[in-house]
């Protein structure tokens, strides 16, 4: 038995995820000036309007030491305050500020045209089975994921 790399799911996965985030990150860092850490977490705060960094971590699966130079270099720039946990004075809930809202409502609109373009001409129904596809691979390697509306099976 031989392991063929350049078909092996896991490798190719990884690959095709790398080059797709760099294409967004390069984007993101031509008009906003920053990568892909920040713009995640800008994308993340946007759609969940407040969480910890330990939260936001767990959902962008980026190490603690990243999520808090991102958060950091955010918080300087303005674009996320933080609100004391007064639960836990361990940690602070991360949010949009006024400026970052505004960022990521420029965000929304690239994000979204550049997914356009990798599925541009792919027919409808092939696109829907990627999508439980991708749903039943995350599932399986133990992603707990919510499914859109538009996606139920």
């Known amino acids: 038995m031989k392991l063929i790399l350049g078909r092996f799911l896991p490798y190719r996965l990884n690959v095709l995820a790398q080059v797709v985030a760099e294409g967004l990150g390069r984007i993101y860092a031509k008009r906003f000036g920053f990568g892909i850490p920040e713009w995640r977490i800008i994308a993340l705060l946007g759609e969940s309007e407040e969480m910890t960094a330990r939260d936001v ?41 006024v400026d970052g809202r ?13 997914a356009g373009q990798l599925t541009d001409g792919i027919p409808a129904e ?27 099976m």
Request: net charge positive.
């Open 57 to 97: 971590g767990v959902h962008t699966r980026m190490h603690k030491t990243k999520v808090s130079r991102a958060t950091a270099a955010l918080e300087q720039r303005g674009l996320i305050e933080r609100r004391a946990n007064e639960r836990d004075r361990r940690e602070a809930f991360l949010s949009l500020t």
């Open 102 to 114: 505004a960022v990521y409502a420029q965000v929304v609109p690239i994000a979204l045209t550049y």
């Open 126 to 152: 092939e696109l829907a089975t990627f999508e439980r596809v991708i749903e039943i691979l995350m599932q399986r390697s133990g992603i707990s994921v919510d499914t859109p509306p538009e996606m139920d």
